[in-house]
């Protein structure tokens, strides 16, 4: 009998589950992100909302090679900032009841590379630490956050500045940066951050400030300040950004065009981006002609950079009502979420404010989140019974790590079946 070598058998394999994208429908820089694939890949349930110790969240992020499952929903408190390991999806979909909120000051993932983060929120609020983000990436390659609700920053809300590469925010809410700084964040990178279908909202400025390499497409931002909305640069290093059919539509909060401090440095395409700025409750605006009036002083190109695009461009309406309906950690909105985006950016342009203490009414804090009830693992492996029973696996046998035929793992194929994709 002839065996074939190891690397004959299990390379191009490997190269297989290597190449497929974080999750079907992802897109831009960070779309490859692998996750706990291309390592020993294990599940941690997380089982309690408590800040530390076996079963918390905090301790299914410290170690890398893990796909992080939920069997509870509601809000997580926590003293400290979470750092987040590499080679860790955070699959928030699997949650029972209205999800997970972790609250309290605020996660690092720095040095997180290949990490990827799905249906989860992220508020910080008073009780961080001043000077500090809801969100921080000082370093790192290939993330994508999908789906990801992120609030009450003390400095910035989500935060990119270092020597970062390969970065998505897709399908998002950025929102209500705590003043006096309140600021959506940074988004500086030589190594490229696309932002797709991203509601920016309640921010004072930094809607978001962009240096470096960025994709902007199909975005909403609501009620900046006089801070402005898109901050282009304001660098002496050089910028290459594609801004493509967003809507940006004036609050009671603005003041300011959407875009400002440009300069010679700021090298972008433009197309097709609308601005409603009457504030008269009703989405009645105009696409923005390509001038510096619009745009500021920035360097405009005739031709789009090609980076990773959208699968599919919407028109800024399209646009609006996507946003409308799926930002954020969706599956299950909770009720801040839904105050900002039905109360707020529906009343076009009426409602709105800048925030301070997101303890007060009318967001009232961020609880509280319903738990639910997770359905039944017998072999703990983080696929429920009845999944598996369906889809030929064993629900006595922990087989949730295994390669699939499509290149995702078994526990990947479950987390992906909950949610559409993009």
């Known amino acids: 009998m002839k065996f074939l070598s190891y690397s004959a058998c299990v390379l191009p394999l490997l190269a297989s589950v290597l190449a497929i994208p974080a999750f079907p429908g992802a897109e831009g820089f960070g779309a490859q992100s692998l ?30 090679h893990r796909v992080v499952v939920f069997a509870v929903g509601g809000l997580i408190t926590i003293s400290s900032r979470i750092v987040v390991s590499p080679n860790v999806y955070i699959a928030g979909q699997t949650a029972p009841g209205q999800g997970i909120t972790v609250y309290g000051n605020g996660i690092s993932y720095s040095a997180a590379h290949n990490t990827i983060t ?3 929120r992220f508020r910080m609020g008073t009780t961080g630490d001043s000077g500090k ?53 940074l988004m500086q990178s030589t190594g490229g951050v696309s932002i797709f279908r991203t509601l920016y909202i309640d921010n004072q400025t930094r809607n978001p400030k962009v240096k470096g390499i960025n994709e902007f497409t199909n975005n909403v931002v609501y009620n ?51 601005y409603d700025p009457d504030q008269d409750g009703t989405l009645n605006g105009f696409i923005l002609g390509e001038s510096t009036d619009n745009y500021s002083d920035v360097d405009f190109q005739d031709t789009q950079y090609p980076y990773p695009p959208v699968n599919t461009l919407l028109s800024p309406t399209d646009a609006f009502n996507h946003v409308r309906d799926h930002a954020g950690a969706s599956l299950v909105r909770d009720h801040v979420d839904t105050y900002l985006i039905q109360t707020e950016m529906l009343s076009f342009g009426k409602k709105g404010a800048l925030i301070t203490d997101p303890t007060l009414a009318p967001i009232n804090g961020p609880g509280p989140i319903s738990g639910g009830t997770a359905p039944t693992d017998t072999d703990h492996d983080g696929i429920p019974d009845a999944y598996e029973s369906a889809h030929g696996t064993n629900p006595n046998v922990a087989d949730s790590t295994n390669i699939a035929s499509n290149g995702y793992t078994n526990i990947e194929n479950y987390v992906n079946s909950l949610v559409p994709a993009v």
């Not at 390592?39 to 410290?62: I, K, P």
């Open 118 to 120: 799905r249906f989860i």
């Open 133 to 185: 983000d809801a969100i921080t990436i000082a370093n790192g390659h290939d993330m994508i956050f999908d789906h990801v609700s992120v609030s009450w920053g003390r400095d910035e809300t989500f935060s990119i500045n270092g020597d970062v590469s390969n970065i998505t925010i897709s399908d998002s809410i950025i929102a209500q940066g705590l003043e006096t700084h309140s600021c959506g964040g």
């Open 35 to 64: 996750g706990a694939r291309g390592g020993t890949a294990s599940v941690y349930v997380v089982t309690n909302l408590n800040d530390s110790g076996s079963g918390s969240f905090r301790d299914a992020v410290s170690q890398s």
């Open 224 to 274: 900046w300040g006089g801070g402005g909305g898109y901050i282009a640069g304001d660098s002496a290093g050089p910028s290459e950004a594609n801004i493509l059919n967003n809507v940006f539509l004036s609050g009671p909060s603005t003041s300011q065009h959407p875009f400002t401090r440009g300069n010679a440095n700021f090298h972008t395409f433009v197309s097709n981006n609308y």
